[in-house]
Each structure stands twice: as structure tokens, then as C-alpha cells.
């Protein structure tokens, strides 16, 4: 039972990636699923969420326009479309699954330690 995050690499800026959240073991499609990220030096942030239920989805303010964030059930995962990379976008991307504090708590920090699931992270570098 596990979550893996993969699709991270070198982009120039202006570029895009699409990052993949993938379940094995349990059905992604009764969790919410957020993506967050980690820059060096700095704190983890939330940059995107889904709800399970509903279908809400929410973005952190640095990433509205640019990101997206998309439900395959099909394949059991969720996918974060990156377009118009910049290099402040450099960082570890994270995603995370949870079937009740998904998207409630997603920007309440305090809570994300107690997720159900967490991917191991994949490397994003925005540079030329």
C-alpha cells in the first residue's frame, strides 16, 4: 500500500511537466488528494487540492493559472499539470491522500503530519 509521486525534472523556464500521484494498494478515488512542495530553505506549501466527494479543487495563490490538478480513476491517480514554469517553482513535489482531512485541512499545516498517505516526493528544477 503506497503513494508514489513521479514526473519531476529539468524544464527551462516557460516549460511543462506533468507530475503523477500514483495509488497501489488502496483506491485513490475515495481520498481527497492534495500536492504540496518544498524549496530549499523554505517551509512546505500547499499548492494544490481535490476533494474525493465533491470534486472541489483549490489552488494556493502562487500557482492559480498555472497549475491543475486532475483526477484519473482509471488509472488510480491524480496528476498535477505544471505549465508556465518559473524558477520559484523549483522544489520537492509531494502529494498526499486522505480520506476526511482532504481538502478541509489542507491549508492547516498542523494536520498534514496525520494524512493517511504520502508520496515520496519528486524533484522539480526550473532553470536555464
Known amino acids: 500500500v503506497q503513494l508514489q509521486a513521479s514526473g519531476g525534472g529539468l524544464v527551462q523556464p516557460g516549460g511543462s511537466l506533468r507530475l503523477s500521484c500514483a495509488a497501489s494498494g488502496f483506491n485513490l478515488g475515495y481520498y481527497g488528494v492534495g500536492w504540496f512542495r518544498q524549496a530549499p530553505g523554505k517551509e512546505r506549501e500547499g499548492v494544490a487540492c481535490?476533494?474525493?466527494?465533491?470534486?472541489?479543487?483549490f489552488y494556493g495563490d502562487s500557482v492559480k493559472g498555472r497549475f491543475s490538478i486532475i483526477r484519473d480513476d482509471a488509472n488510480n491517480a491524480v496528476y498535477l499539470q505544471i505549465d508556465s514554469l518559473k524558477p520559484e517553482d523549483t522544489a520537492i513535489y509531494y502529494c498526499?491522500?486522505?480520506?476526511?482531512?482532504?481538502?478541509?485541512?489542507?491549508?492547516?499545516?498542523?494536520?498534514?503530519?496525520?494524512?493517511?498517505?504520502w508520496g515520496q516526493g519528486t524533484l522539480v528544477t526550473v532553470s536555464s
Open positions: 498526499a491522500a486522505d480520506m476526511v482531512l482532504l481538502p478541509n485541512t489542507w491549508t492547516d499545516s498542523s494536520s498534514w503530519s496525520l494524512f493517511d498517505y
Open positions: 481535490m476533494s474525493a466527494t465533491d470534486g472541489s479543487i
